[in-house]
């Protein structure tokens, strides 16, 4: 089974790089790329909308915030699935998530192997 090329809209360095290691190994994941920024991470997703299968985003980011990212991301014509990825995951931020396009939202510092769970279960329902 190909490998789920996945780009990041992280700001924080640690957290990419600790992420992407845990995921690369654990949900058998490819990073394609990362953003620091909305800025950034639009216009990464407007030059290669098909580039990475998945985006994991953070709700707050350098400049700008994922919210942003996930409004934007609407305007494509097929964007990559979108999980956002936050230490903010209230109730009501999870909705807004939602109603902007992410399929799913996990809490940094509790919901990691959810997450993990979540790309077995998007691989194991992918056609061959």
């Known amino acids: 089974m190909p490998r789920v090329r996945t780009f990041f809209v992280e700001d924080s360095p640690i957290v990419l790089e600790t992420l992407a290691a845990a995921l690369e190994e654990m949900a058998d ?7 620091r920024s ?19 985003i953070d709700v707050f980011l ?3 915030s994922g919210l942003g990212v996930l409004e934007g991301m609407k305007a494509f014509a097929s964007p990559p699935q979108r999980v956002v990825l936050t230490n903010y995951s209230t109730a009501d931020m999870r909705a807004r998530c939602m109603a902007l396009g992410a399929e799913e939202v996990f809490d940094k510092s509790t919901e990691l192997e959810e997450l993990v769970s979540w790309f077995h279960d998007r691989q194991t329902a992918s056609p061959p």
């Open 38 to 56: 909305e800025t950034e991470a639009l216009a990464w997703f407007g030059c290669r909308s098909d580039a990475c299968d998945v985006a994991i």
């Open 29 to 35: 994941v490819e990073v394609v790329g990362s953003a």
């Open 62 to 64: 350098q400049s700008g």
